[in-house]
């Protein structure tokens, strides 16, 4: 039986970055980058997958990360892996695998890097995403909660982003998150009969989760739910009061940033405790939340570590790049080429050839037009390969030993010069 022809696509819920589209994304990395090491960030990355355990035991059995979105499978020696979902557990299990305990404390952290999440896909949410995060291991003080959220305000004013509002909450502590949970699940079974399914299937195992639920009902509801602030220890309440003092004093670097105490924002992974925060634009039709975070001091710990604390946030680049699109905060094009070759006759290709190879030489950007198509057809070609030159050679140039050289992007005579490559180099780039 024959083949039958199938036409490929992306599987739902990924997509390609084209070439039109690496100049932004490009500016938003480097732009990550350049941030995180104005900190004294440095980079790492971890393995695109990791035992499956990893996950179950950091991120939490009972979140819906664990429960419906992760992509586990058996390899050949039958270990269950999973393709990473989030970039925290990664990074704090390599602290610990590599004792980066030994190293100067907080030791810091960035990673760009994609997540694989089965989740539903829409604007600004895939099942391969990626994401620039930072973590800070090893210091419990609110300063370095404040120096976590001021990178955030950094890397937005960077990009141009303008009308971001940070929400901010404390969670507690455990010891404490356990009263306050048990409180919910009393108050949000008074109303059981009110709640969406969804709700209810997570008021016993996740009654947290309630808080920060997307259905109009619930969240009508959680507006008189129990605050966890009303449930923080001392030395949490101590740490939430310190932080909003480094916050309001970050107002006079960046006068425009602006904080709100959210009494319904958690977040959806167990290792949280005390700060968590989310960035979100304040403008109408913007996503959801721009990339968020908070302290989980818990996690080294339960991962077989010693009991370190640690913060951190991670922020979704596709949906950096969609509000970016939206309020057109960053202008970036590609930088044209310097020259594209233009060459008829077999002497002629010949010698375009080797002449490109040495101005690459030169640090020139040169393209070879297709070998074997006319003069005019050529010259079509190098007027849409956004370059400032057409450099042109047939057998007349190489008979009288010059090249010629025509501007492209901007009006000017053709020249001819020195069939040899400072000339050209020197014509073509006028900075060498």
């Given at each position: 039986?024959?083949?039958?022809?199938?036409?490929?696509?992306?599987p739902?819920?990924?997509?390609?970055?084209?070439?039109?589209?690496?100049?932004?994304?490009?500016?938003?990395?480097s732009?990550?980058?350049?941030?995180?090491?104005?900190?004294?960030?440095?980079?790492?990355?971890?393995?695109?997958?990791?035992?499956?355990?990893?996950f179950?035991?950091?991120?939490?059995?009972?979140?819906?990360?664990?429960?419906?979105?992760?992509?586990?499978?058996?390899?050949?020696?039958?270990?269950?892996?999973?393709?990473?979902?989030?970039?925290?557990?990664?990074?704090?299990?390599?602290?610990?695998?590599?004792?980066?305990?030994?190293?100067?404390?907080?030791?810091?952290?960035?990673?760009?890097?994609?997540?694989?999440?089965?989740?539903?896909?829409?604007?600004?949410?895939?099942?391969?995403?990626?994401?620039?995060?930072?973590?800070?291991?090893?210091?419990?003080?609110?300063?370095?909660?404040?120096?976590?959220?001021?990178?955030g305000?950094?890397?937005?004013?960077?990009?141009?982003?303008?009308?971001?509002?940070?929400?901010?909450?404390?969670?507690?502590?455990?010891?404490?998150?356990?009263?306050?949970?048990?409180?919910?699940?009393?108050?949000f079974?008074?109303?059981?009969?009110?709640?969406?399914?969804?709700?209810?299937?997570?008021?016993?195992?996740?009654?947290?989760?309630?808080?920060?639920?997307?259905?109009?009902a619930?969240?009508?509801?959680?507006?008189?739910?129990?605050?966890?602030?009303?449930?923080?220890?001392?030395?949490a309440?101590n740490?939430?009061?310190?932080?909003?003092?480094?916050?309001?004093?970050?107002?006079?670097?960046?006068?425009?940033?602006?904080?709100?105490?959210?009494?319904?924002?958690?977040?959806?992974?167990?290792?949280?405790?005390?700060?968590?925060?989310?960035?979100?634009?304040?403008?109408?039709?913007?996503?959801?939340?721009?990339?968020?975070?908070?302290?989980?001091?818990?996690?080294?710990?339960?991962?077989?570590?010693?009991?370190?604390?640690?913060?951190?946030?991670?922020?979704?680049?596709?949906?950096?790049?969609?509000?970016?699109?939206?309020?057109?905060?960053?202008?970036?094009?590609?930088?044209?080429?310097n020259?594209?070759?233009?060459?008829?006759?077999?002497?002629?290709?010949?010698?375009?050839?080797?002449?490109?190879?040495?101005?690459?030489?030169?640090?020139?950007?040169?393209?070879?037009?297709?070998?074997?198509?006319?003069?005019?057809?050529?010259?079509?070609?190098?007027?849409?390969?956004?370059?400032?030159?057409?450099?042109?050679?047939?057998n007349?140039?190489?008979?009288?030993?010059?090249?010629?050289?025509?501007?492209?992007?901007?009006?000017?005579?053709?020249?001819?010069?020195?069939?040899?490559?400072?000339?050209i180099?020197?014509?073509?780039?006028?900075?060498?």
């Amino acid at each position: 039986m024959a083949d039958q022809q199938q036409n490929f696509r992306a599987p739902r819920g990924v997509d390609d970055i084209l070439p039109d589209d690496q100049t932004l994304w490009n500016a938003v990395k480097s732009t990550a980058i350049q941030t995180a090491r104005q900190f004294g960030y440095q980079q790492i990355d971890t393995p695109v997958f990791e035992h499956t355990g990893l996950f179950r035991r950091g991120v939490g059995d009972e979140t819906d990360i664990v429960q419906k979105e992760m992509y586990s499978f058996k390899d050949l020696g039958g270990d269950s892996l999973t393709l990473r979902p989030e970039g925290t557990a990664p990074v704090c299990r390599s602290y610990i695998e590599h004792g980066m305990h030994n190293l100067p404390q907080p030791v810091r952290l960035f990673y760009i890097a994609p997540m694989f999440r089965y989740d539903r896909p829409q604007a600004g949410r895939y099942r391969q995403h990626h994401q620039f995060g930072c973590e800070a291991i090893g210091d419990p003080s609110p300063t370095i909660d404040a120096e976590i959220i001021e990178i955030g305000l950094r890397y937005i004013t960077a990009l141009g982003l303008s009308d971001v509002t940070v929400r901010i909450n404390s969670i507690g502590d455990p010891a404490t998150r356990t009263g306050h949970a048990d409180d919910l699940r009393a108050y949000f079974t008074r109303y059981a009969n009110d709640l969406p399914k969804v709700d209810r299937d997570r008021l016993d195992r996740a009654p947290l989760r309630l808080l920060d639920s997307k259905e109009p009902a619930t969240q009508k509801l959680s507006a008189n739910a129990p605050k966890s602030l009303d449930y923080l220890s001392d030395d949490a309440k101590n740490h939430w009061e310190s932080l909003l003092t480094l916050l309001d004093g970050l107002k006079t670097a960046y006068p425009n940033f602006n904080y709100r105490i959210d009494h319904t924002l958690v977040r959806g992974l167990d290792y949280y405790n005390r700060t968590v925060f989310e960035f979100e634009p304040s403008t109408e039709g913007s996503q959801t939340s721009l990339f968020g975070g908070g302290r989980y001091d818990p996690l080294i710990g339960i991962l077989g570590g010693n009991d370190t604390p640690g913060v951190g946030f991670g922020s979704g680049i596709e949906r950096i790049i969609l509000e970016i699109q939206r309020q057109e905060s960053l202008k970036v094009a590609n930088p044209p080429l310097n020259a594209v070759m233009v060459h008829v006759g077999d002497n002629a290709t010949n010698r375009a050839a080797a002449l490109a190879a040495e101005l690459r030489n030169y640090g020139i950007s040169i393209l070879m037009a297709p070998a074997g198509k006319s003069m005019r057809a050529q010259m079509r070609y190098a007027n849409r390969a956004n370059a400032n030159y057409a450099i042109i050679i047939g057998n007349r140039e190489i008979e009288q030993n010059v090249a010629a050289i025509k501007p492209l992007q901007f009006d000017g005579e053709q020249l001819s010069v020195d069939l040899e490559v400072a000339a050209i180099a020197k014509t073509v780039c006028p900075i060498l």
